[in-house]
C-alpha cells in the first residue's frame, strides 16, 4: 500500500549541551504570544473594557493556566492509574503529555480569578480569550506531527503517513486534520463571528461559540485518531476525547442561547444583537 514516509524533522530545534528548544515548547510559546497580539487587535472593539497593561498582566495568568490546567488534566483525564503510582512523575512536563480539556478549564480558572481581583466583566474578557485560543491550538498539532506523536487510525487514503511509532502502518496524519479543523477553520470561524454577527455584543455568546466549536471539530477529528493505547476505546467506539468533547458542545449552545446584551445596549433600548 502507498504510504508517505515521515518527514524527518528533528523534534528538538537547538540543543547546546544541557540547553534544548524543543518545537513543541515553541509551539506553546509562539502560540501564547500571538495569541497575545491578536487579542490587542480584538481589544479595540470589545466591551471588556481591558487597556493594553491589564491585558500584559492577564497574560501571565492565561499562561499558568495553560500549563498547569493541560497537565494536571492529563494526569487526572488520561493516566490517574500511573501517576497514583508515580506520583513525582506529574510534575515532569519536559517529559510530554498534555491535555487541551484541562489547559481549557485552567484558562477558564484564570480567566475567573484575574477578572475578579481587576473587577472586570468575566464574559467579556473570556470571549476575547476564545476568539485567540483557536492560534495555540493550530501550533500545538503541527507540534504534534512534527514529534511524531498522536497519530491517526490506520488509512488506505494517497496522504496516508508512515509514522516512527508503527512505520509498518499507513495511518491518517489526524493532527493535521485537528490543526486544521480546531485551529485554522475554528479561528476562521471566531472571526467571522467576531466581526460579522451580533453575537460580540453579548458577552458570553463569543464564548459559547469557540466551547461548542471545538467540541464539534475534535469530536469529528477523533474518528481518524488512534486512541491512547492504554485507554482504547471507552465504549462502544467512542474515545475519551469524544467523552469529554460531547458535553462542551451542549455547554457551548446553552451559553450562546442564555447570553444577553451587555449592559450599555441594553441601557440604550437596542433589541439584542444589535
Request: glycine fraction near 12%.
Amino acid at each position: 500500500m502507498f504510504a508517505l514516509a515521515f518527514p524527518a524533522i528533528d523534534p528538538t530545534l537547538v540543543e547546546i549541551g544541557p540547553f534544548a528548544i524543543r518545537w513543541y515548547a515553541l509551539a506553546y510559546i509562539a502560540g501564547i504570544l500571538l495569541g497575545w497580539r491578536y487579542a490587542l487587535h480584538l481589544l479595540k472593539s470589545s466591551s471588556a473594557g481591558i487597556d493594553r497593561g491589564t491585558l500584559d498582566d492577564f497574560l501571565v495568568w492565561a499562561t499558568l493556566g495553560i500549563v498547569l490546567g493541560g497537565r494536571l488534566g492529563y494526569v487526572l483525564f488520561y493516566k490517574i492509574g500511573y501517576f497514583l503510582h508515580h506520583p513525582v512523575e506529574a510534575l515532569y512536563v519536559w517529559q510530554g503529555g498534555m491535555s487541551f480539556h484541562g489547559g481549557l478549564l485552567g484558562v477558564v480558572l484564570a480567566v475567573c480569578l484575574f477578572a475578579r481581583q481587576r473587577r472586570l466583566r468575566v464574559m467579556a474578557l473570556g470571549d476575547v480569550v476564545a476568539c485567540v485560543a483557536p492560534v495555540g491550538l493550530f501550533l500545538g498539532r503541527v507540534a504534534n506531527f512534527i514529534n511524531g506523536e498522536l497519530f491517526g487510525r490506520p488509512a488506505d487514503v494517497a496522504w496516508a503517513v508512515l509514522f516512527p511509532g508503527d512505520p509498518e502502518t499507513p495511518r491518517h496524519p489526524s493532527q493535521l486534520y485537528e490543526a486544521a479543523l480546531e485551529g485554522a477553520l475554528l479561528l476562521a470561524a471566531m472571526r467571522f463571528v467576531w466581526t460579522h454577527t451580533p453575537l460580540r455584543r453579548r458577552p458570553g455568546a463569543v464564548t459559547g461559540v469557540f466551547i461548542a466549536g471545538y467540541g464539534a471539530a475534535r469530536s469529528l477529528a477523533e474518528i481518524f485518531r488512534e486512541p491512547d493505547a492504554h485507554l482504547g476505546f471507552i465504549a462502544g467506539g467512542v474515545t475519551m476525547g469524544q467523552i469529554l468533547s460531547f458535553p462542551m458542545i451542549a455547554l457551548g449552545l446553552a451559553l450562546v442561547a442564555l447570553a444577553k446584551p451587555a449592559a450599555e445596549d441594553a441601557g440604550r433600548g437596542a433589541p439584542a444583537g444589535r
